[in-house]
């Protein structure tokens, strides 16, 4: 059996321009500096400054945590299933590492999550950009370990 491409990158390739697959097996992508979130995807909020559209993501399943990112910023964004039971899913977001992205926690308005959220750009956010899994991505922290185990 031929190599098959991984369905995720399969549906990311398939989001972004590029030329036709070629014997059955697509080109590796032409992709962008991305940055990889995860979480659970609740809906869009505009900022009442800027009048822009974000995307509301909460990073935990009891919607403590949660990520604002900026709309046009957004590459991709697509459901992974959790291994063993395909009814729970987490939404894997691909960003440009300069999108800018907000974080807080707790229940708030959405003008709220403007004026107290803190904000910075999606590529501080990856771990591997300074060597590895550190910061609100380690291996120890509730987003980084999202596995069954961790719930």
Not at 31 to 40: D, F, M, R, T
Not at 92 to 104: E, I
């Amino acid at each position: 059996m031929p190599p098959r491409q991984h369905p995720v990158l399969e549906r990311l390739s398939d989001a972004l321009p590029g030329p036709a697959p070629i014997a059955g097996l697509p080109p590796a992508p032409d992709v962008p500096e991305v940055v990889a979130l995860v979480g659970y995807v609740s809906g869009t909020v505009t900022n009442p400054a800027t009048d822009s559209t974000w995307l509301l993501v909460y990073r935990d399943w009891r919607m403590t945590t949660w990520f604002l990112i900026e709309g046009a910023g957004i590459v991709h964004v697509d459901p992974v299933p959790e291994e063993g039971d395909p009814t729970r899913a987490r939404d894997v977001l691909w960003v440009g590492r300069d999108t800018a992205v907000g974080y807080g926690s707790g229940p708030q308005s959405d003008e709220a999550r403007f004026l107290t959220g803190d904000f910075t750009r999606a590529g501080d956010l990856d771990p591997w950009e300074d060597g590895g899994p550190t910061g609100p991505f380690g291996p120890t922290t509730p987003f980084g370990n999202c596995g069954k185990k961790s719930r």
